[in-house]
């Protein structure tokens, strides 16, 4: 139940109310009238159009959006280690350039530095462990560097140099690495397509055929069931792989 929950809420986080029930009703629109010409079940096609129309809802709109504030967000962060970078270089202490930092970058990273300067304030220590939750790998390294400076010292252009190369080279990895799975996965979508609309070319080419077919009743329900699911499934499978743009340095 709290799983359902929390990827509700998700998706009102990156839609307005009313971009969720016009995204799932036009989809369902399209599941159901597709699965209606194909079946001529109107339970069946009402059932499994609401339930897919739901479930492509978040694998495909979801889920994306997801992705694209994700890839925003590490720019983000790019940001914010270069322009940190660039006070350090100039001599500032640690938290003057978080202070000023803070200014450049979007809502969200300017909280999760407010958190470490508070921190830093009130327990003199360097915390940036809440910045993990973004999984960027190159960012943690820049902030074990970062912890070596506060209690070390050290030149900042040295220390900071590679590191701040390497999250602009992992960004620049997922990038590409996004770009060519989309190219990927339009010539798949391509195909799918052309398998999905099958029943629906058989359906006007070959009308008396298919109508001997639905009125196998139950057994001709399940096969377009089945075909239908595996259909999901595979879309399910496809934009997975399309959205894992991880990369590993």
């Given at each position: 139940?709290?799983?359902?929950?929390?990827?509700?809420?998700?998706?009102?986080?990156?839609?307005?109310?009313?971009?969720?029930?016009?995204?799932?009703?036009?989809?369902?629109?399209?599941?159901?009238?597709?699965l209606y010409i194909v079946t001529r079940n109107t339970v069946l096609s009402c059932t499994l159009g609401i339930i897919g129309s739901v479930v492509l809802f978040f694998v495909l709109f979801v889920e994306t959006k997801k992705l694209?504030?994700?890839?925003?967000?590490?720019?983000?962060?790019?940001?914010?280690?270069?322009?940190?970078?660039?006070?350090?270089?100039?001599?500032?202490?640690?938290?003057?350039?978080?202070?000023?930092?803070?200014?450049?970058?979007?809502?969200?990273?300017?909280?999760?530095?407010?958190?470490?300067?508070?921190?830093?304030?009130?327990?003199?220590?360097?915390?940036?462990?809440?910045?993990?939750?973004?999984?960027?790998?190159?960012?943690?390294?820049?902030?074990?560097?970062?912890?070596?400076?506060?209690e070390k010292g050290g030149n900042a252009r040295d220390m900071f140099k590679t590191v701040v190369k390497s999250m602009n080279f992992e960004i620049s990895k997922r990038d590409d690495l996004y770009r060519k799975k989309k190219n990927?996965?339009?010539?798949?979508?391509?195909?799918?397509?052309?398998?999905?609309?099958?029943?629906?070319?058989?359906?006007?080419?070959?009308?008396?055929?298919?109508?001997?077919?639905?009125?196998?009743?139950?057994?001709?329900?399940?096969?377009?069931?089945?075909?239908?699911?595996?259909?999901?499934?595979?879309?399910?499978?496809?934009?997975?792989?399309?959205?894992?743009?991880?990369?590993?340095?």
């Amino acid at each position: 139940m709290n799983k359902k929950t929390s990827v509700w809420k998700e998706a009102k986080l990156l839609f307005s109310g009313w971009g969720i029930t016009s995204l799932i009703s036009l989809l369902m629109l399209i599941n159901v009238g597709y699965l209606y010409i194909v079946t001529r079940n109107t339970v069946l096609s009402c059932t499994l159009g609401i339930i897919g129309s739901v479930v492509l809802f978040f694998v495909l709109f979801v889920e994306t959006k997801k992705l694209r504030q994700n890839q925003k967000r590490l720019n983000e962060l790019l940001k914010y280690a270069t322009n940190l970078t660039f006070f350090l270089q100039s001599g500032k202490n640690i938290l003057y350039s978080l202070e000023e930092t803070k200014q450049s970058v979007d809502s969200i990273i300017h909280s999760d530095i407010q958190k470490t300067i508070d921190i830093l304030k009130d327990k003199a220590r360097l915390d940036t462990t809440h910045f993990e939750k973004y999984n960027f790998p190159a960012l943690n390294q820049f902030h074990q560097i970062l912890n070596i400076k506060y209690e070390k010292g050290g030149n900042a252009r040295d220390m900071f140099k590679t590191v701040v190369k390497s999250m602009n080279f992992e960004i620049s990895k997922r990038d590409d690495l996004y770009r060519k799975k989309k190219n990927s996965a339009i010539q798949v979508y391509m195909l799918l397509g052309l398998v999905i609309s099958m029943p629906l070319i058989l359906f006007v080419t070959t009308r008396n055929l298919y109508e001997q077919f639905l009125s196998m009743q139950l057994g001709s329900l399940i096969i377009l069931s089945v075909f239908y699911i595996v259909v999901l499934i595979n879309i399910k499978q496809m934009q997975k792989t399309l959205n894992d743009v991880s990369v590993r340095l």
